[in-house]
């Protein structure tokens, strides 16, 4: 396992899957008619800012052992890039499957690749973020590193931000995203850029569990996997009882 950056794949001979899935997440985040909505990512992609990893089928074992260690790998060089970065993660389905899925198969999925990679990681969660995801506070965190976590499918419709041909995965470390916020006037103006293209891009409203990190009112773990509709889950899947602190 390896990552690449778009240089790297550029002058790489990959699996055709491999070379599909890239092509279609730079074409979709460089449409210039149909505007991504998050508009962070677009300028990550077009400066080279991304690390990109190919994932076994997540049916397989083996799938979350690579996650682990693509996520691993990532967290030892994010911070060279530091603005924009993220890695993207594509998972190998045929198209046969992943059109037979619905979107809630794809959140089991998406939620049992998380818990997984949580029992793989070897180095204590950070004491200064709560484990429980009930916490505003709280987020995804691995090899000591704090996490946003995007998921998209070929399977939502209505949410179209939250759709692509493969299982796919985003992964922001929250220090680039403190970065991003510490202009706070002109986050702000970028965040209702991004809600009106949100509006534009998708078919229904903006999911209301949309909100920021650290509010009393946001949980974090919402926002990873946004149903294609208004609905939102009653329970977190993450077992973050399984994970110690070093205060522990």
């Known amino acids: 396992m390896r990552l690449y950056t778009k240089t790297d794949i550029n002058h790489t001979v990959l699996e055709r899957w491999k070379k599909d899935a890239f092509e279609k997440f730079g074409e979709i985040l460089a449409d210039d008619q149909k505007l991504f909505p998050c508009i962070p990512a677009t300028l990550g992609q077009k400066l080279n800012r991304f690390h990109y990893g190919f994932v076994s089928c997540p049916y397989e074992e083996s799938s979350a052992k690579q996650l682990a260690c693509l996520l691993e790998d990532y967290s030892k060089c994010y911070r060279v890039t530091e ?18 899925r619905s979107v809630e198969h794809y959140q089991q999925l998406f939620w049992g690749q998380l818990n997984q990679i949580s029992e793989l990681d070897h180095v204590e969660w950070p004491s200064h973020i709560p484990t429980d ?29 939250r759709y692509f041909p493969y299982f796919m995965l985003a992964i922001t470390p929250r ?26 891009y998708d078919s229904i409203l903006v999911h209301p569990d949309l909100n920021i990190y650290g509010q009393k009112d946001n949980f974090e773990w919402k926002q990873y996997f946004l149903p294609d509709d208004d609905t939102t889950p009653l329970k977190c899947p993450f077992n973050h009882n399984k994970k110690k602190t070093s205060k522990d």
């Not at 603005?83 to 037979?100: A, P, Q, W």
């Not at 220090?175 to 509006?199: D, Q």
């Open 175 to 200: 220090f680039v995203l403190e970065s991003f916020h510490s202009a706070p006037s002109h986050a702000e103006k970028i965040k209702r850029k991004i809600r009106k293209r949100l509006a534009d």
């Open 83 to 100: 603005h924009y970065s993220s890695l993207i993660i594509f998972y190998e389905l045929s198209l046969e499957i992943s059109k037979n």
């Open 133 to 161: 995801p009930y916490d505003p506070l709280w987020e995804f965190c691995f090899h000591g590193e704090q996490y946003f976590i995007y998921c998209a499918t070929p399977s939502h419709k209505n949410r179209m931000s």
